[in-house]
């Protein structure tokens, strides 16, 4: 069946980027519409990013101008570029195909002080 594979995940210090990845395997047409959502301790599931088919990025107020998430190759995969990460933003990333209706299993960012 249809699944999403997350990649990228990483423990780094403040200050530092990660890129994460996202495609569902064996069926490319669940990139046209994907959001990226993090959980962080203690804390529920939250919005982080979304590229829709409009092409227009959507962002979360605590990571616009940091997070840019944009489409790979072949739109085979969707990517969430982080920099300037700092420990706020340690978190369990999941993302999501919104026209598929499935999640990723999620992936780990640590962000040391």
């Known amino acids: 069946g249809q699944r999403l594979v997350e990649e990228g995940g990483d423990s780094v210090q403040a200050g530092g980027s990660l890129r994460l990845s996202c495609g569902a395997s064996g069926y490319p047409n669940c990139n046209s519409d994907m959001s990226w959502y993090r959980q962080r301790p203690g804390r529920v599931r939250e919005f982080v990013a979304r590229?829709?088919?409009?092409?227009?990025?959507r962002y979360a107020d605590s990571v616009k101008g940091r997070f840019t998430i944009s489409r790979g190759v072949a739109n085979l995969t969707v990517h969430l570029d982080m920099s300037y990460l700092n420990p706020d933003d340690t978190a369990m990333y999941f993302c999501q195909s919104i026209r598929c209706g499935i999640w990723g299993q999620g992936t780990q960012v640590t962000v040391s002080p």
């Open positions: 590229l829709g088919g409009d092409g227009i990025p």
